[in-house]
């Protein structure tokens, strides 16, 4: 059966995005299903826009019109391309990413047309992990943000104890409902269902997070008269943004590209701490992580020369307290490029 050959090929890429695109769906169940997508506006747009460059330069360069007559050749000459323009390796990473998106949008709709899928996407990444630039300290200290919050209204303030205190991005500060914060025999606890979380969390993920004990007693006087479907915090994202970037110049700190994600970093770095104390290792599982990020930074893999009893079970549970911490905050296991960067 032949393909129809109407649209443009920067068109074709539209519609294979498009086929990906599952933005108001749970990325928890779809991949429990095994199903692929993408489930951010952010990362829509951008994989559009990277996908749409890379069929303009093989249009240009190698005459190819459809998406559907793409090889692994053209793929490894863009990416050559890239790295002719010294782009750095974390833009290519993103770009493979994109292209991969691309591939599985073309899939289902070849599928969906009874077509042979077209494979043009290399089963390992070019792009080598170990060129990535190393992550930088984007947390902010208790003490800094001890010292802006009398800079902060009192709405902005609820929005920065959100986010430094549940681990919450500060768009999801802002939406969270007084509903979604339930009281149990343990003590309170953030539960947003995947069916509840659609337009609240990134991606519309599941998020279920305990609240710190000595966060609770501020969180009651936060909820305090207000009915269940309104907003916990009246505050717009951009006033927060603002209000924060403000309270740091008036104390003199440095945000450094930190901005509102710092106190969510914080809340990382603290609530690991916590899990390793309350598992018994505290010290060893410093050390230990220490150690996995020193094997990182030799482009080595995390468990490497991890090989005695004892060091496999400080191994073992650092990782199981590292999972925990990802999952509160609507991250994926087994993230040890984003543990370097929220939890270092």
């Known amino acids: 059966m032949a393909r129809k050959r109407r649209s443009s090929i920067v068109h074709q890429v539209s519609q294979a995005i498009n086929a990906v695109n599952r933005i108001g769906e749970s990325k928890r169940e779809a991949k429990h299903k095994g199903v692929p997508g993408i489930h951010s506006i952010k990362q829509v747009r951008e994989t559009l826009s990277a996908a749409q460059n890379f069929v303009k330069w093989i249009r240009e360069n190698e005459g190819i019109k459809s998406i559907y007559d793409l090889t692994e050749e053209h793929y490894i000459a863009y990416l050559e391309h890239l790295t002719a ?80 205190y549940m681990g919450l991005r500060v768009r999801e500060s802002c939406k969270i409902k007084v509903k979604h914060f339930k009281k149990s025999s343990g003590g309170w606890v953030l539960n947003i269902s995947s069916e509840e979380a659609t337009g609240i969390t990134k991606g519309g993920r599941h998020r279920k997070t305990p609240v710190p004990p000595k966060f ?28 924060v970037n403000a309270a740091c110049k008036k104390v003199g700190i440095d945000q450094n590209g930190r901005g509102t994600h710092g106190f969510r970093h914080l809340y990382c770095r603290d609530r690991l ?15 230990m ?40 905050i609507g991250h994926g296991e087994d993230r040890w490029d984003l543990a370097e960067r929220y939890m270092r």
């Open 216 to 243: 609770q007693e501020k969180l009651i006087l936060i909820l305090k008269d207000k009915e269940p479907d309104s907003t916990v915090v009246s505050v717009k994202v951009a006033t927060v943004r603002s209000a």
């Open 273 to 287: 701490r916590e899990l390793l104390r309350e598992k018994g290792i505290i010290n060893k599982g410093e050390v």
């Open 85 to 164: 323009l010294e782009r750095s390796a974390g833009h290519k990473q993103n770009v493979e990413t994109a292209l991969r998106h691309l591939q599985k949008g073309m899939e289902i709709r070849s599928l969906d047309r009874g077509l042979k899928p077209v494979i043009f996407v290399p089963e390992k990444r070019i792009t080598n992990w170990r060129e990535l630039k190393k992550a930088e300290n984007r947390s902010y200290s208790s003490e800094e943000f001890e010292s802006m919050l009398p800079f902060l209204s009192v709405n902005v303030q609820d929005s920065v104890n959100l986010m430094r």
């Open 289 to 328: 992580l220490e150690r996995i990020m020193k094997n990182r930074d030799k482009g080595r893999k995390a468990d490497y020369s991890i090989l005695t009893e004892q060091d496999i079970k400080v191994y073992n549970l650092l990782k199981g307290a590292i999972d925990q911490v990802h999952e509160e």
